[in-house]
């Protein structure tokens, strides 16, 4: 198992399919190569002080240390985003919480929602969100000031 240290590989993986957890988020997308599986670990500044920060993210290695690789899909990068409620929550709980996390992750392999982040939708396919109302044309343009 490698590790992910270029931004081009977080914003790639960031695009992929991610699973919520209360201490991190999960995030994973498949590589088209044959390497390694990859992961990343980020946390962002809001979620303290550099102590903080380096604390959440020593967690977080270590519950992948400590996990067993099966759930881990090969050939697939994953980042670890850590949140504050890293630095309180129960070792154990949070390592159910990863565990829990890749299985949801697993169950949202088969669409290609996995790959590329965005599952087919009928807004896709049609290429709005909303309905748009019916208008009438007054006959003149108002131009803003």
Do not use: C, W
Request: overall charge positive; aromatic content about 6%.
């Amino acid at each position: 198992m490698d590790r992910l240290r270029q931004r081009a590989d977080f914003l790639a993986v960031a695009n992929g399919a991610r699973a919520n957890g209360t201490a991190f988020v999960l995030q994973a997308r498949a590589r088209d190569d044959d390497g390694p599986i990859r992961i990343g670990f980020t946390v962002t500044k809001k979620n303290g002080n550099a102590p903080q920060r380096n604390r959440i993210r020593r967690r977080l290695r270590e519950l992948v240390k400590r996990l067993d690789v099966i759930p881990m899909r090969p050939h697939h990068d994953y980042v670890l985003v850590g949140r504050r409620a890293a630095l309180d929550r129960d070792f154990a709980t949070m390592l159910e919480d990863l565990r829990s996390a890749f299985r949801r992750l697993d169950r949202q392999a088969p669409s290609k929602a996995f790959s590329s982040g965005k599952a087919f939708s009928s807004e896709a396919a049609t290429g709005s969100r909303h309905e748009s109302a019916p208008t009438t044309d007054t006959g003149t343009s108002r131009q803003p000031n």
